[in-house]
């Protein structure tokens, strides 16, 4: 299969750096669009070796010459790159949905210069944006439709659009939720425990997480106990 052209070179002349805490098939999809290419044919031809990826579970595992292509060809750290994969926490097992299903808030969205998908809005244990307070979306509330970034068309304008119904994720209307301060409470314990797991996961560790997880799901469902 032939090249892409611009890409026969191990530095790509288009080349986008991962934003703050950005996930990984959100990033290879900016990437793809940079270039005016569907993101699956784009990564098909992006090497002379082809990339085929297996979008639903890409984020936590991917191919590692997939990151590898990445750090070449994007001038960027082979750690960095890693960042942006659930791979870190991928041990722990109960603690990534380990479906298709996207993951945002609106409300960060709409800031955005260009919109990008976060990493920790995947986790399931994290219910609520810590910075507008409002429920994390998992579908179009227009027209309750999952959401999948590679799918998104390439004549949107950002990868901020339901592929299904064109709706503007953005301009979902946010959902505050009560007891704020209690789940922030419970999300930075849960992210503290999940960031300094180690591979082999003590047992220490695995019941830190596991209190912190239920705490977090107590507050979050409005059934707190006293």
């Given amino acids: ?5 611009g890409l026969s070179g191990e530095f790509w002349p288009i080349h986008p ?11 290879i999809v900016r990437l793809a669009r ?20 297996q979008w639903p579970v890409l984020d936590y595992l991917p191919p590692e010459k997939l990151l590898s292509v990445l750090s070449k060809a994007t001038a960027t750290p082979p750690q960095r790159v890693l960042e942006t994969t659930l791979l870190a926490v991928g041990s722990v097992q109960f603690i990534p949905r380990m479906n298709a299903l996207l993951r945002y808030c609106p409300m960060c969205l709409s800031e955005d210069p260009e919109p990008y998908f976060r990493r920790e809005w995947q986790m399931s244990a994290f219910r609520l944006c810590d910075r507008h307070n409002c429920l994390i979306c998992c579908h179009c509330r227009q ?3 999952p959401q999948s970034v590679y799918k998104i068309p390439l004549e949107a304008e950002f990868i901020s659009c339901c592929f299904h119904c064109g709706a503007d994720l953005r301009q979902q209307p946010p959902i505050v939720k009560t007891d704020v301060m209690m789940i922030q409470e419970w999300q930075l314990r849960f992210w503290g425990c999940v960031r300094e797991v180690p591979p ?3 047992r220490a560790s695995h019941w830190q997480i596991v209190r912190a997880k239920n705490g977090l799901r107590r507050y ?5 106990r006293n």
């Fill in 143 to 145: 027209c309750r439709r």
């Fill in 17 to 27: 750096k991962p934003y703050d805490d950005e996930l990984l098939s959100s990033w």
């Fill in 1 to 5: 299969m032939a090249l892409l052209e």
């Fill in 34 to 53: 940079a270039y005016g290419v569907e993101p699956t044919k784009f990564w098909r031809q992006s090497s002379p070796d082809p990339i085929d990826l």
């Fill in 220 to 224: 979050s469902l409005g059934t707190r």
């Fill in 200 to 202: 082999d996961l003590s």
